[in-house]
């Protein structure tokens, strides 16, 4: 069974900083990864998709992630912190046809500092 | 368009009773899923429906809850009785995987709670 690692659960940032958040999956096949963003008492938006090709993604809101095959890693990052990226931060892969089936990670909270 | 439409928003009941939430997928998706995201438990898929038809109910906790797909628009999750650790806010979410789009799409979720 596939599983998902967030080992940070809330990470505190100055605004303009850089951010890293750290996502770690077990999944025995090519997995389908992902990267949602939740605000408080909103439903979960994509912020980008793996499934094949360039390991570095780029996706909404200045957000990249680079999968890393070797240390089962999809890192989300973004180089430079806006209050508004305040939110619940979750990492996800797919299991099953088409990656139907999504695992969630437990979320890292993220705090901006003015 | 409207994105995924779940009601009611909120729902406050007894120990006991009958809960049903609702699901409107976005038009053109074929694939709905239910999901149900605790403090202690995160976020956990329920289970999922292809064309209307559930694929897979390995989520579903118990006899206590039932889920259906009657058309391709609609879709409901009802808890039957209702207990107070059922109390979470739940997720409707929908996909078109012929369509190629893999990543699902989110409601804004229904939150429950048990008294």
């Known amino acids: 069974a596939q599983s998902v690692t967030q080992p940070d659960i809330h990470i505190t940032v100055s605004e303009g900083a850089s951010l890293e958040l750290r996502c770690n999956y077990s999944?025995?096949?090519?997995?389908?990864l992902f990267w949602y963003v939740q605000s408080p008492g909103q439903g979960l938006q994509l912020l980008l998709k793996?499934?094949?090709?360039?390991?570095l993604v780029q996706g909404i809101k200045g957000f990249e992630a680079e999968f890393k095959r070797s240390q089962s890693s999809f890192n989300l990052r973004k180089p430079s912190v806006h209050w508004s990226d305040a939110a619940e931060y979750f990492c996800?892969?797919?299991?099953?046809?088409?990656?139907?089936?999504?695992?969630f990670g437990g979320g890292t909270r993220v705090l901006v500092k003015p | 368009d409207a994105g995924v439409i779940q009601s009611p928003r909120h729902e406050v009941t007894e120990m006991g009773q009958e809960v049903t939430l609702r699901c409107k997928p976005i038009?053109?998706?074929?694939?709905l899923f239910w999901y149900r995201q605790t403090m202690m438990r995160g976020l956990e898929l329920l289970i999922y429906?292809?064309?209307?038809?559930?694929?897979?109910d390995s989520g579903m906790p118990e006899d206590r809850f039932s889920a259906k797909m009657p058309n391709a628009s609609f879709s409901t999750l009802k808890i039957q009785p209702s207990e107070p650790r059922d109390s979470a806010v739940y997720f409707c979410?929908?996909?078109?995987?012929?369509?190629?789009?893999?990543?699902?799409?989110f409601g804004p979720g229904t939150r429950l709670t048990v008294t």
């Open positions: 429906f292809n064309n209307n038809v559930p694929i897979d």
């Open positions: 038009s053109g998706h074929n694939s």
């Open positions: 793996y499934f094949s090709g360039d390991t």
């Open positions: 979410a929908s996909n078109n995987r012929a369509g190629g789009l893999y990543e699902q799409y």
């Open positions: 996800a892969v797919g299991a099953g046809a088409a990656g139907n089936k999504l695992t």
């Open positions: 999944y025995g096949a090519t997995p389908y």
